[in-house]
């Protein structure tokens, strides 16, 4: 820690703390997330899972690794700062406006080519929501998907089993004990592009109400008349009950309505952040 110095705290938890600091050569802000030396080995595992997650992810579209150290034997983890805070804040300060649909597909995509990144290296973020969406940017918002603590890489193609996730976005197959894959992130997806349209969640209350709404089909609708019967169809199409008829993040870039958001995307990314380039054959 001698190399930073500490600004403020952003959060504390029973596994440890996290710190907005500062680079002390450049005066560049980053986050600092110290996890606590006592923890049991199973949670100190955890945490070094997430090192491995982030350090084999590079993608504008998500928080960037920079470091991980040892020190008295807590594990610290150094990342990228976004400083205009989460999607979930974002949607709660835009009540009780809307979003344009060109802002709404600006939004999604960006997150969808994060996503894309993630899976195309084997990994299933398994808590994706509002609250672990950052954003930052020079200029617009640019969205850079977080917390991989609860992550987890496939390896040999094969299926989690673990339930774990936060309920108002949990796909039903977690719901049911059954494995899972990729495929429960595109349910996580579809219920953060509706939360985007609606700015309210597709799914509210405890996990038992979650439950029991997923299992009786019910899915609330979008205002068509706004922003048209596709943007309702996309979000209908990621919340399948199968996961084999869920699109998987290339067939959701390969539509008609997300390919040219995509396109304007790709040529515009590498202007995000001072030093960072996008290449959008690599998404």
């Known amino acids: 820690m001698d190399l930073y110095t500490v600004i403020s705290l952003l959060g504390q938890g029973t596994f440890g703390t ?8 450049n005066q560049q802000k980053i986050v600092i997330k110290r996890i606590n030396a006592d923890l049991k080995s199973v949670n100190m595992e955890d945490a070094k899972n997430e090192v491995a997650v982030l350090k084999s ?15 008295s034997g807590s594990l610290y983890i150094v990342m990228e700062y976004a400083n205009k805070g989460t999607l979930f804040d974002l949607i709660s300060k835009t009540k009780p406006k809307r979003f344009s649909p060109q802002t709404v597909m600006n939004l999604f995509c960006q997150i969808l080519m994060g996503l894309n990144h993630i899976h195309s290296r084997k990994v299933i973020h398994r808590d ?19 917390d991989f603590g609860i992550s987890k890489i496939l390896l ?5 089993h673990t339930v774990i996730g936060t309920c108002n976005y949990v796909a039903p197959e977690l719901c049911d004990g059954k494995p899972y ?24 209350g405890t996990i038992y109400n979650v439950v029991l709404a997923i299992a009786a089909g019910q899915k609330k609708m979008i205002d068509v008349s706004y922003y048209g019967i596709q943007m309702q ?9 199968d996961p084999n008829d869920r699109p998987n993040t290339k067939d959701l870039m390969s539509l008609t309505d ?15 952040s001072k030093g960072q380039k996008f290449d959008f054959n690599a998404v």
Request: aromatic share 8%; hydrophobic share 40%; charged share 20%.
């Open 57 to 71: 992810l590079n993608h504008p579209n998500i928080i960037q690794f920079y470091d991980s150290f040892m020190k």
């Open 233 to 241: 169809q996309m979000v209908e199409l990621m919340l399948q009950i």
């Open 181 to 204: 894959d990729i495929k429960s992130d595109i349910w996580s997806l579809g219920c953060i592009l509706y939360e985007i349209c609606a700015l309210e969640r597709m799914y509210e």
């Open 258 to 272: 997300v390919f040219p958001s995509l396109h304007i995307l790709g040529t515009n990314l590498g202007c995000i």
């Open 128 to 146: 994706l929501k509002s609250e672990n969406i950052f954003l930052t940017g020079l200029r617009d918002d640019v969205i850079k998907i977080g």
């Open 18 to 25: 996290i710190h907005l600091c500062e680079r002390k050569h």
């Open 156 to 160: 040999n193609n094969k299926n989690a």
